[in-house]
């Protein structure tokens, strides 16, 4: 039975990441600090350590995969916690890396979409575009087994709704229960690619068992872009009571975001849906 590792193990992603490696008769561990996940999101048989990923190295159980999950994720607040998310994005992924390095374990790391925007647009768009580089540097230099996986806006089950730390559809569903107003970030017109949890996880296993490698990042995107106004007209079909409201727009707010490549789709077999409507459609 192969032993697997998922940092950020109690969050969104992690979480439901780690329902699919139980299901593939994996030992699983996970280390989380617990800043955003919660011990909700823990699944039976699987150890759970309370760990800040800068001490990785103190970790004595033997691997054969990592999932470097942990990050900073919040765009508008990396602006007001530039150290922070430094310190977790870059610090804590080098020392993610060269743990993987010195034992010799294959490492998928979540790299993010806003690589194919400026990177200097935000401290969370920097750090994340950097710890990609330190993947890319120990895979040239120290032989590090490691493979990004780009993730583009991810949404599902166990998403957290949060109209403060949600992504956009976490921070609506949050406002809708509060009877509050959606607000839409300047002309709404930005475009993102929605990507369900389920296709991340079937995609992240597909790299995993895989041996083929990629040039650059496996792109983990369903190939389908929505503008927020249109993200709203879905949410305003399912509650038609709501309203909206317009906000000025906002540092980091990039406007378009599209899968760039199908590798992981010609190479991988993997094949994700547009589940977006039906999911809206969904809630409750």
Not at 233 to 239: G, H, P, T
């Amino acid at each position: 039975m192969k032993r697997v590792l998922v940092t950020g193990g109690a969050g969104f992603i992690g979480s439901n990441l780690i329902q699919g490696l139980i299901k593939h008769q994996y030992k699983v561990y996970s280390i989380d600090d617990y800043s955003s996940g919660v011990s909700g999101n823990e699944s039976k048989g699987v150890e759970y350590i309370k760990m800040d990923i800068m001490n990785i190295s103190n970790l004595k159980e033997k691997f054969d995969l990592c999932f470097h999950l942990a990050a900073k994720t919040l765009v508008q607040e990396s602006f007001q916690q530039v150290e922070e998310y430094f310190n977790c994005n870059v610090t804590g992924t080098l020392s993610i890396v060269k743990w993987a390095s010195e034992n010799n374990i294959k490492l998928i790391y979540a790299g993010s979409a806003s690589r194919h925007n400026n990177p200097s647009s935000s401290p969370y768009s920097l750090t994340k575009f950097l710890g990609e580089e330190i993947c890319k540097l120990y895979k040239l230099n120290f032989n590090l087994n490691v493979e990004i996986a780009r993730f583009y806006n991810v949404y599902g089950p166990l998403e957290r709704i949060d109209k403060i730390n949600g992504n956009v559809i976490g921070i609506w569903r949050s406002r809708i229960k509060e009877g509050l107003p959606l607000q839409i970030v300047g002309d709404g017109e930005q475009t993102r690619d929605f990507i369900h949890v389920c296709d991340i996880v079937d995609g992240l296993m597909k790299i995993a068992e895989s041996n083929i490698e990629t040039v650059d990042a496996w792109e983990l995107g369903s190939g389908n872009q929505y503008s927020i106004n249109k993200l709203y007209s879905l949410f305003k079909k399912r509650f038609p009571d709501i309203k909206s409201e317009m906000i000025n727009d906002q540092p980091g707010n990039f406007r378009k975001s599209l899968r760039i490549n199908d590798e992981l789709t010609r190479k991988l077999n993997w094949n994700p849906k547009d589940r977006l409507e039906n999911y809206i459609n969904n809630l409750i």
